[in-house]
């Protein structure tokens, strides 16, 4: 079993920045996708961005390209998720997931975390 806890979540103005880490608990994360979704309230949960168990696939949605990156550190058992240049529409509370595959927008993933809550202010 894996487990995963998101920390990094804030309030931060438009045009800031915030760094998002996802610590898994078990041996097995280096051979796990991971992902990083986003539910706003009254919206879907939606795929933002994504990485392979090695980080040679990485996967962007279109609204965040250019401004969020995605890493591993597979010594570390974590995932990150650099986001600048936010804006109030990044507003979500924000999720990792692990897969045995690469995790897409219909991956039901093996593990999740808690979630964290991110806000912008415009």
């Known amino acids: 079993q894996v487990q995963l806890v998101e920390s990094g979540g804030g309030l931060v103005q438009a045009g800031g920045s915030l760094r998002l880490s996802c610590a898994a608990s078990?041996?097995?994360?280096?051979?796990?996708?991971m992902g990083w979704f986003r539910q706003a309230p009254g919206k879907e949960r939606e795929l933002v961005a994504a990485?392979?168990?090695?980080?040679?696939?990485?996967y962007y949605a279109d609204s965040v390209k250019g401004r969020f990156t995605i890493s591993r550190d597979n010594a570390k058992n974590t995932v990150y998720l650099q986001m600048n240049s936010l804006k109030p529409e990044d507003t979500a509370i924000y999720y990792c997931?692990?897969?045995?595959?690469?995790?897409?927008?219909?991956?039901?993933?093996?593990?999740w975390g808690q979630g964290t809550q991110v806000t912008v202010s415009s």
């Open positions: 078990g041996r097995t994360f280096s051979s796990l996708s």
């Open positions: 997931a692990a897969s045995s595959t690469m995790v897409t927008h219909t991956t039901i993933p093996r593990a």
């Open positions: 990485i392979s168990w090695s980080g040679g696939n990485i």
